[in-house]
């Protein structure tokens, strides 16, 4: 039988990178739109998919150029386009409203508009997020809540979410969007808050660090793992009828809850080495996010395994481990 093919956008980021994985051990032809930079300094730029390059096909482009989409779609053909790419920080999206809004409302765009071109049977996953809840008026957020985004970012994901509907209901395109909340893991970038505790926790336990500064401590969000999120993309996909789909543990938990637990973890109390800083605040917060997954769970049969005291153990001792291997490498020990 053919090898089914797979286009992955943002596939160097914690989605892509275990997506990827996911689906090589499907036996999919795996395809990847990825800047010229990262193909330039790939040890750095595409660390989470090192292990992984000589059984990919990367292509390097612009997602918010039409022509770069056009041509690695037309090049790769594919069954399945994840589009994952875009300005992800909501933080910087206050700082630089201009690139996020056109990263990301292009991106999707130029994915949705070049497949209708030339492949319109091909099956179309966006990428979008709990931001578009924001300042929800319901609790928990199901895909009936009324959207209402607080930053540049949710704003962008509102947009590429409408246009992935449009482009279903225009031209009778298979495309949907992943309505997914906070997800993490160790391969998690360091700006996110979730990642930012558990690797100052580790140097500060190794001595590497002294303190951690962060902004709002009482903003509670829903976190999965990332692992089990990539799955459930994979999975709408492959229903018969496109949805668009809560993915969440329906859990929500404080970033104090977070820093408690991961400082715990490894004998600290988090009292004393936290510091709260204005500066981290943003312009408009997003204070509380829970989901209700009831329709995944009932069409995918999603039900989360990972916990969230599990997530904060795996993550935080993996960044003590590393950390411990990089100080022994530096020391001449190993
Ligand atoms: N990053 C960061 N750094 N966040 C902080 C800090 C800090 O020092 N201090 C407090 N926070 C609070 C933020 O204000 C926010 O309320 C919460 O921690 C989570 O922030 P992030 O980890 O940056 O994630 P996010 O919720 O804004 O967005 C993430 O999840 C979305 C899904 O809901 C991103 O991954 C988005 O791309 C994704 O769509």
Known sequence: MKKKKALITGITGQDGSYLTEYLLDKGYEVHGLVRRAAIEDPAHRMSRIYHLLDRLNLHSGLIENYASMYNVV??????????LAA?????????????????NIFGTLNALSALKELTSDCRFYFAGSSEMFGKAKKSPQNEKTPFYPRSPYGISKVAGFDLTRNYREAYGMF????????????RRGFEFVTRKITSHAAKIKLGLAKTLTLGNLDARRDWGHSYEYIQQMYAMLQLEEPEDMVIATGETHSVR??????????????????????????????ELLVGDASCAREKLGWKPKIRFKDL????????????K??????????
Not at 74 to 83: G, L, M, Q, S, T
Not at 87 to 103: M, R
Request: with cysteine; proline share 3%; charged share 30%.
């Open 175 to 186: 495309a949907v969007t992943g309505i997914l909340f906070n997800h993490e893991s160790p």
């Open 87 to 103: 300005q992800s920080f909501v933080a910087e999206s206050f700082e630089d409203a201009f690139s996020t809004l056109h990263i």
């Open 312 to 323: 904060v153990r795996e993550m935080v001792l993996a960044d003590y481990e590393r950390l």
């Open 257 to 286: 809850e977070f820093c408690e637990l991961a400082f715990s973890e490894l004998g600290l109390n988090w009292e004393d080495y936290v510091h709260v800083d204005e500066k981290f605040r943003r312009p408009s917060e997003v």
């Open 74 to 83: 037309a090049r790769v053909k594919p069954d399945e386009f994840y589009h």
């Open 325 to 334: 291997k990089e100080l022994s490498i530096e020391r001449g020990i190993i």
